[in-house]
Nanobody, 124 residues
């Protein structure tokens, strides 16, 4: 089971931190990705992190503003979002790949389990 949380309404320039908690034996070791989908748009990749936590991947649109991290003791992955822009408004999803390697993917098809999303709204 995946549970994303931390979304909300924030003004442009503000910050939010999303969390995604993984539970259950399916998730013994996994990479995690964050994706988002805005109304009328396709789902897009945001960030990913390896099981070890030392490999990360970001989309160009969020690089330098968002930071993905994890606490494996808590089975939780975080997405710190700073300098938010109105175009960051979307439903954000976390997704898991049962995998302990160091090569990550931006493709949604690579991930094999998805959580429910959390809404992020950035006002101008």
């Amino acid at each position: 089971q995946l549970q994303a949380s931390g979304g909300g309404l924030v003004q442009a320039g503000g910050s939010l931190r999303l969390s995604c908690a993984a539970s259950g034996r399916t998730f013994s070791s996994y990479a995690m990705g964050w994706f988002r989908q805005a109304p009328g748009k396709e789902r897009e990749f945001v960030a990913a992190i390896s099981w070890s936590g030392d490999v990360t991947l970001y989309s160009d649109s969020v690089k330098g503003r968002f930071t993905v991290s994890r606490d494996n003791a808590k089975n939780t992955v975080y997405l710190q979002m700073d300098s938010l822009k109105p175009e960051d408004t979307a439903v954000y999803y976390c997704a898991v790949k049962s995998y302990n390697g160091r090569v990550l993917s931006r493709s949604g098809a690579w991930y094999n389990f998805w959580g429910r999303g959390t809404q992020v709204t950035v006002s101008s």
